[in-house]
């Protein structure tokens, strides 16, 4: 165990040196070098790129020590150029003035970036709250806590700046709310943000609640419309304009969003109908290529499959016309895979009606024996043509002309127009029975039964 040294009271003591003779210095020599010293400590404290009065915040509470540190040592620095003790002497006590002053700088700076740096370490927890608030906004629990937790950094920071703290956290508070029941809104979930505006709207500023209350309303009216929408389809299975419009439980408003709802509604199933039919005639074209130019890839039942999918896109014509296909499959099949010349033979061999319903049948699906395309409508009109110069003449000589009586009189004719219209417009078997019921014996030319089978069948 040591013991430490104490000088005995009886040992004598030496007299301290005496002070150095300054009476020979050079007094301008002393000022060039405190101005030296002087241009380095301003060089230090303001114009150098790392000069200490331009650090702010952390980095000059953290700058301390360094600047201390320079500042000592060009004191020593210029120390060394003195010529002598005395000369020392006299430099130091000026040097020594210059580093107290200069301290005093020091700390006061310090001390404002001090409080910079807190105001300012405050106010970023105070934004990470708030992002916060913003990334779980549908937490209420967490969203009580975070508006609590902003409303204490509220008060901190009112402290530090002076300001009364009371309506500094009642305003940290409801900025966190705010911040959270805007998310929601721009999220589109306005149902979720009615709930918590409504718990909260007594706390909130002034200035948040207006912000709101317009989008709160709109909100409310758009949930109240989606759930009158969703009783409707459960009542009556689609909504109605008219339905809305009479119900005294709704405002003006909300039926005015929803006939809006609805007709939105309406036009993005028919869209989709739209779309579904387009694939579904696509797919009829191409199963009807594969059946006719190679029907051993041909799925059976793939026509009544498809009818089945017109029906579910509401499409009744349309399965009604694949329907007939799908019930003489058989028969197309055999057409298929028969030869041209037994094709032709085996419709040579139908009566005209028969004949008229198979050529349509047939063109569906693209088995239409050559020769038996449709021809064109000046064929006939030439025909008619003729005839009518001929029973013009006949007038002309006072004798009837037996061919002006009609123009398409002669049966066997008028069915061939009949059938050319039937390809050329590819009507279902059940349309051309349909349109030589409607001309029969009305001595149309070609271009009005054309014409009337286009009014008939919207084509």
Partial sequence: MSVPFEVPEWLPRADPPPPPDTSNVDPHRVEGLVNRFIAGKQDALFTAPDAFYRLQGADAVDGVPGIFTRLNALRDATLDQAGDDGERAALGSRLDAHLDEARGGIDRHAAAQRDAFNRQTLSQRQALIQRAAELEHTNDDKLTGLAEASASVAQELARLTGQPEAPAMDAARSAVWRTALLQRLANRDGAGALAPFDRVKSELAPADRQRLNVLIEVARNDAIVDAWLQRETSNFGRPSVERAAADPALSPDQ????????????????????????????????????????????????????????????????????????????????????????????????????????????????????????????????????????????????????????????????????????VELKLTPSQAQALHREISGQGMAYHEILQTAKDMFNK
């Avoid at 028919?270 to 190679?294: F, I, N, P, W, Y």
């Avoid at 349309?318 to 028969?331: F, N, T």
């Fill in 255 to 422: 039926r005015a969003i929803a006939a809006v709802k609805i007709a939105a509604h309406e036009s993005a199933q028919e869209s989709s109908r739209v779309a579904t039919a387009k694939g579904l005639d696509d797919q009829l074209a191409a199963s009807s290529r594969l059946l006719a130019s190679m029907p051993a890839s041909y799925r059976p039942g793939t026509f009544a499959a498809i009818a089945d999918e017109y029906d579910a896109a509401d499409e009744p014509t349309k399965a009604a016309e694949v329907r007939d296909l799908a019930r003489q499959e058989p028969l197309l099949l055999a057409f298929a895979v028969a030869s041209p010349g037994h094709r032709q033979r085996a419709i040579d061999a139908l009566s005209e009606n028969d004949r008229m319903v198979a050529n349509a049948l047939l063109s569906r699906v693209g088995l239409l024996p050559p020769g038996l395309e449709s021809d064109s409508e000046q064929e006939y009109e030439g025909t008619a043509n003729v005839q009518r110069t001929s029973g013009e003449a006949d007038e002309a000589q006072g004798q009837p002309g037996p061919d002006d009586v009609q123009l398409a009189a002669d049966n066997q004719r008028q069915n061939k127009m009949v059938r050319d219209i039937v």
